[in-house]
Nanobody, 121 residues
Framework: QVQLVESGGGLVQAGGSLELSCQAS????????MGWYRQTPGNQRDLVAI???????EYADSVKGRATISTRNVTNTVYLEMSSLKPEDTAAYYCNMALKRTIDDSFYHYWGQGTQVSVSS
């Protein structure tokens, strides 16, 4: 089994910063992408930031210049730093990794349980 466990988040004042982390555990052969998504009630889950093959990085327009996604060379771990937080950043944040468990496996997407970020004005 593969598990993604997120940490960080909580209540932050507007203008503040936070850091989320996500660590994958279990049998993992290769990870092709690591990303962060967010979702508010009644809405779809949207991409915040993603690292593909450890090199290509993409950010949602809404967080460009305020977010940094990184791995810090820590195995099977991805971080999301956000600054200048706005009330509209309030959402449940989910970690996602596309990985395969063995050399013969296909890539599958795995999700963390989600962590709430609330930004007060």
């Amino acid at each position: 089994q593969v598990q993604l466990v997120e940490s960080g988040g909580g209540l932050v004042q507007a203008g503040g910063s936070l850091e989320l982390s996500c660590q994958a555990s279990g049998t993992i052969f290769e990870i092709s992408s690591m990303g962060w998504y967010r979702q508010t009630p009644g809405n779809q889950r949207d991409l915040v930031a993603i690292i593909i093959r450890g090199e290509y990085i993409e950010y949602a327009d809404s967080v460009k210049g305020r977010a940094t996604i990184s791995t810090r060379n820590v195995t099977n771990t991805v971080y999301l730093e956000m600054s200048s937080l706005k009330p509209e950043d309030t959402a449940a944040y989910y970690c996602n990794m596309a990985l395969k468990r063995t050399i013969d496996d296909s890539f599958y997407h795995y999700w963390g349980q989600g962590t709430q970020v609330s930004v007060s004005s």
